[in-house]
Structure formats: C-alpha cells, structure tokens
C-alpha cells in the first residue's frame, strides 16, 4: 500500500522561499510519477507541478520559472522548491504518486502574506 507523508508549508512573506518534501513509501517509487497539487480556498485542486519516472518535468503556467520539482528515488522522496512566492500561491499543497492508482498525502499548508 501506498502512504505519502507531505512536509514543510508555512508562513512566509511574498518574495520568500519554501520547500515541500513528501515522503513516500511503496515498493515501486522509481516507477511511479510523483507530482504536487495544490487547492486554494474557494477553488478547485490544481496541479502544480509533476516529475515523471524517467525525470520528465511539467509545471503550471503560473509557477514556471519559480517553483522546482525534484525526486530521489533512494530515499522515495520528491521535493518542491518554491521561490519567489507570492499570496496568490497560498493553498493547500497535496503530493501525489500515479502508478497503478493514484494516491495523495493529507497536505500542508502554505501561506504568503503580502
């Protein structure tokens, strides 16, 4: 079965940095495309960004150029480095594995003040 653990939201001012690290277990990670989505009050879940198992990246037109995904098939994580953030970024960041199913961590929250 498949568990994803989602970290490292918080509270930063717009300009600051965060960075997200889901935890995954399952034996078949490195197969897996591992993504991050995010659900703002009021909206609908979006996706933000994905990395494929072959490393193939896909971002979302509004966080291109400031957030980074990146995976370490070793440790079964994958990681969301997110720059230059601003208060239209603050929701509610999901993991995601796609590999025979799809699975979501529990989200943590991020917010940017203005």
């Known amino acids: 079965q498949v568990q994803l653990v989602d970290s490292g939201g918080g509270l930063v001012q717009a300009g600051g940095s965060l960075t997200l690290s889901c935890a995954a277990s399952?034996?078949?990670?490195?197969?897996?495309?591992m993504g991050w989505s995010r659900q703002a009050p009021g909206s609908q879940r979006e996706l933000v960004a994905f990395?494929?198992?072959?490393?193939?990246?896909n971002y979302a037109d509004s966080v291109k150029g400031r957030f980074s995904i990146s995976r370490d098939n070793a440790k079964k994580t994958v990681n969301l480095q997110m720059n230059s953030l601003k208060p239209e970024d603050t929701a509610v960041y999901y993991c995601?594995?796609?590999?025979?199913?799809?699975?979501w961590g529990r989200g943590t929250q991020v917010t940017v003040s203005s």
């Open positions: 399952g034996r078949i990670f490195s197969k897996a495309t």
């Open positions: 990395i494929s198992s072959g490393g193939i990246t």
């Open positions: 995601r594995w796609t590999a025979f199913g799809d699975f």
